[in-house]
């Protein structure tokens, strides 16, 4: 998933709940700063950040790791 997908993501499970950027951070203990780069694409999120999202927003990380041969 792209940091601009994650971003969209964010923003619509955020507005779906009636959600601020401000109520986000405060609900995530995430700052505001990173809520608002994070919708808009300009940063990549942490596992660790994106699971608190998760846990608020309604959503689960999944890590997939690639096969070899």
């Known amino acids: 998933m792209s940091t ?3 971003g969209a993501l964010v923003r619509e499970r955020r507005n ?3 959600l601020t950027q401000l109520d986000l951070a405060e609900m995530t203990g995430v700052s505001h700063n990173t809520i608002r780069k994070i919708e808009r694409g300009q940063t990549n999120p942490t596992v660790e950040v994106l699971s608190k999202l998760g846990e608020v927003l309604g959503f ?3 890590l997939t790791i690639p096969h070899t041969i």
């Open 4 to 6: 601009q997908e994650i």
């Open 16 to 18: 779906l709940f009636r």
């Open 60 to 62: 689960q990380i999944e």
